[in-house]
């Protein structure tokens, strides 16, 4: 089965890559560069230097002027779009599931940057060895993307903490940064997320869970076991035990926002159940990652 | 407990898939989750808040399973099985009839004889085809109303009659009666229910048959009089001494009343603690003329046991004693004339020993005897006797020797035969040793033994002069005629002759000294005619009820005789919390006759109850 249909990508070739600020780029592609280039779009000018290409002599001011002035371009450059899948045990919940949810929803972004000409990445670590793609480019591009999507096996109890350290230390990305994964932290802390602010990255976060996440439809005794670690807990489920789940899981919520918000982390949260294409097309181009 | 319909402990069953039920719910069904850290919060918050938390669960299933169990034991019909087995049964039943259980102190105003008599005829009407009963009653003693029978209707009869007496409680004839009979029981396990308030006199034997002790009563609250006395010495007013007890533990504070002829004569205000007693002495006045005069001693007011309340007393004219100086030879120490005039009504006559001994052979009434010298081979049946000179046969004195001119160390100052006399200056010739004295009260000490002594015997007890008083200054000093007199006082104050008595104890056995045509008025005023027995003599044994009974001969004055129960035992009403039989204690069981009780609603409402408490553990887990 196709991550994403015939359709929704004809509608996700319309959109594009929004990046809240102009960054230095390697090729040229689509988006304005800080570099002066050879664009259609006029940025200044500047006087004639030998050497100079004779064809950007802008003739009408040596009339007026009787001096010989260099039309300078805006350059068009490619903008660096990192995809993060977290593919570990936890995302393996749901129907669909958190992770068939986070392939779909990097897929569609990964199409939308590779037909804008961007610099598209693919990195995910976990179970089986890390899934990385680097350098992909151009609309051809995506079907590697989808194909790795794909065969990236879910499972394991590798989070996001550590080998996002590891990425941002050693790769040193610049760009657009989209990670989708549940963000459950045993421990509630999110300090890995802090480094991708300091490396000047601009971070989206989508939060992906699923609905018995939020409500659970448990009941009797059970033992619940941790789909990433060996802990379990013995619980009889009533409704004060239920009231106070509840209770315990928005304080999370709430303390994930502040800390996204607190350091300019766009922070999207999700439900398996909600339509990827409501989210792409709606949603993100709300929040600004898309238009 | 017994299950009348054991199939319904089939229900039992229903534990089985309970207990599986809850090993399942044990096992808890393994649920895999995204994360477990915010349920481990969850789960401790709710645990911090629910003191019980842990153990909830396990005692759930505790309540369901009791729920169950009673469910099972109400369907099964258990019942109480007190006195109905599958097994043919034989037991006794040992009632009290004594006056204490006439007590009203049972719920509704019930003397404690009626709820007796209603488990006795509850117990009757549980028998089952192949039991058998035996009904004992006993007061002062015991009686085989029923011996072991299965018939009902004989029971029944034989329950019904059962009422108080004016009798003391003395159980332990009952009890050796009901061993003897479970003995021979052969093949049965005897069972024994002692039906009582409790308020016995004696010790119980240890009999080897299982006890059961169904007590009766609820108060103690009771005054009553325990002893009554006339004394009617000639030449001397007559005195009622009356001793009350209060057996409850709040103080008592009544009259008594003094009554002659049915006339108040004197009355005294008493009051003391509980648990205490309280004497009141009467003087009367000489009576008039020659008939019996009856006293009535009354508590005035009301108690618990009224029964007890009332003493009547009979003064009867004084009757002139008989007495006997024995001698070999006359002596100036002793002299029958003078011996009268120191006793006011009494007849001294001088007789010598073989004269003496023709007279108790002829059976004459003797009062006194004074033995001077001499010394019967044994001892002829006179209350008051006097050895002066002598040893008296069976009192253990034997003479080992003599002593010359002993020394008077001491005497008894305060007894009444040496009372107001002095023996410092009698100087004594010669006196026996005397072995064997330590049973005796020595009145006169000397420092070879004592000289005078009031020494017990076979009966009653004697005086004893033990030296010659021919041989010490004693007849030259007032001590002398002083000692005598008081001595005779002393000696024939207790003697009664048979029917003189001015009250005897119920029970007692009444005898007239003549034939022909009797009739006896008993103190209920039934009149019962009698004929004399083969001796000539009548005998009135039904002597039960506390009172006068009223013995008329035809031709001869009605002589009265007052029977009353002065049983401080009777007294005290208070319900024993146990029998001890032997050094067996069988404690109380109130109500232990009742017959099968079906226990299927206390069962229901008590599973009703778990069922509630279990629904508001489960209530407070939300």
Redesign the interface.
Known sequence: MALLDEEFLARLERLEIVSRRLRRGIQRGERRSLRRGSSVEFADHRPYGAGDDLRFLDWNMYARLDRLMTKLFLDEEDLAVHLVLDRS???D?GDPT?ALVAKRLLAAIGFVALVGLNRVSLWSPGEGGDVELTHLRGPRASERLFAALERAPVGGAAGLDEPLRRFVGTRRPRGVLLAVS?F?H?DGSWEHLRTLVRGGLETYCLRVL?PH?EEPV?E??????????D??????V????LR??A???ED?DRRLAEFCRSRQIVLIPTRTDASVETLVLEVLRRKGLLR | MNLLFPLGMAALGALVPLVALYLLKQKRVDTPVPAAFLWTRAIEDLRASSLFQRIRTPLLFFLQAASIVLCALAAAGASLDLDIGSEPRRVIVVVDRSRSMGVADETGGATRMEVARALCLDAVSGLHASDEMMLVAFDAEAEVLVAFTSDEELLTKAVERLAPRDLPSRPADALRLAASFAKASPGFVPEVVVVSDGAVTGDLPLISCEVTFARLGTTDANQGIVDARLASTPGERPEVFVRVRNAGKEPMARSLVLRRAGEIVDARRLACDGGADVVAFFELEDPEGDEPVLLDVALEGRDALPADDHVALVLRPAVPRAGLLVREQPTLHLDAEKLSALHPGLVVTAVRPDEARATFDAGVAIDLVVWDGVAPETLPPVAAQIFVGALPPGSGLVRTGSQEFPTIIDWERTHPTTARCQFDDIVIEEAPLLRGVERSLALVDTTGGPVVLLTPVPGREVLVVAFDPARSNLPLKLAWPLFLANSLDYLLAGVRREGEEPVQPTGVTLRTADGGPFEVTRPDGVKVASAPAQDGRHVVRATDAAGVYVLAAEGAAPVPHALALLDESEVAIAPATELVLGGDRVEASPAVLRRNVLLRDPLLLACLGILLLEWALWCSRR
């Open positions: 045990a936890s995302m919940f958190k549940d459950l045993p699923t996440e448990i009797g005794d059970l033992r619940l076991l941790d789909s990433e670690s802990a379990a807990v013995d619980v009889s009533t409704p004060a035990l106070r789940y209770a315990a899981r999370y």
